[in-house]
T-cell receptor, first 111, second 116 residues
């Protein structure tokens, strides 16, 4: 089942913060975050395995609420290079342990 | 070398043509994947090879035929495609098969396929 990702699009000015949310209707093993720039390959950002775990990648961090089956990606003091489409991927329990991506959030950072 | 290399970058083919997409990695990864991505959509899994054997086929039509000749190479053979098959085809690899829930995928830049 496809994760529900929101918002669909975000427009920021450089230096502003953003939060992207992802949720599942099923219990999760893990949450994966990728960023894809236009015309490029998706690039791995991070994986979260445990409830409440937060991981960081430069000024990009994420949390995972296992009970609520939700994850949030936090982009702090955004840079122009953060522009792209962010996909969350989830592996749900009781399934075939395949990674299924959400529909994506298009982030645009303007000067 | 942390790259997954895909060729060609662009491909235009007719519905009666036979063509192949190629993917190569030299990271020693033992799992390789084909994803299909339509414009403004997420990647959708097609096939997974685990230790050179097909482990997952996501009910993909037989006009798509994957092949994994060795641990570094992955091919996707195309035959009698339909216009709706036009998409970006992404190859990816990971250290171990996707059954491991904490595996990082390395994606290639993809082949943009147009079927006329």
């Amino acid at each position: 089942q496809q994760p529900v990702q929101s918002p669909q699009a975000v427009i920021l000015r450089e230096g502003e913060d953003a939060v992207i949310n992802c949720s599942s209707s099923k219990a999760l093993y893990s949450v994966h975050w990728y960023r894809q720039k236009h015309g490029e390959a998706p690039v791995f950002l991070m994986i979260l395995l445990k409830g409440g775990e937060q991981k960081g990648h430069d000024k990009i961090s994420a949390s995972f609420n296992e009970k609520k089956q939700q994850s949030s990606l936090y982009l702090t003091a955004s840079q122009l290079s953060y522009s792209g489409t962010y996909f969350c991927g989830m592996i749900t329990q009781g399934g075939s342990e395949k990674l299924v991506f959400g529909k994506g959030t298009k982030l645009t950072v303007n000067p | 070398d942390t790259e997954v290399t895909q060729t060609p970058k662009h491909l235009v083919m007719g519905m009666t043509n036979k063509k192949s997409l190629k993917c190569e990695q030299h990271m020693g990864h033992r799992a390789m994947y084909w994803y299909k991505q339509k414009a403004k959509k997420p990647p959708e899994l097609m096939f997974v090879y685990s230790y050179e054997k097909l482990s997952i086929n996501e009910s993909v039509p037989s006009r798509f035929s994957p092949e994994c000749p060795n641990s570094s190479l992955l091919n996707l053979h195309l035959h009698a495609l339909q216009p709706e098959d036009s998409a970006l085809y992404l190859c990816a690899s990971s250290q171990v098969p996707r059954g491991a829930i904490n595996e990082k995928l390395f994606f290639g830049s993809g082949t943009q396929l147009s079927v006329l």
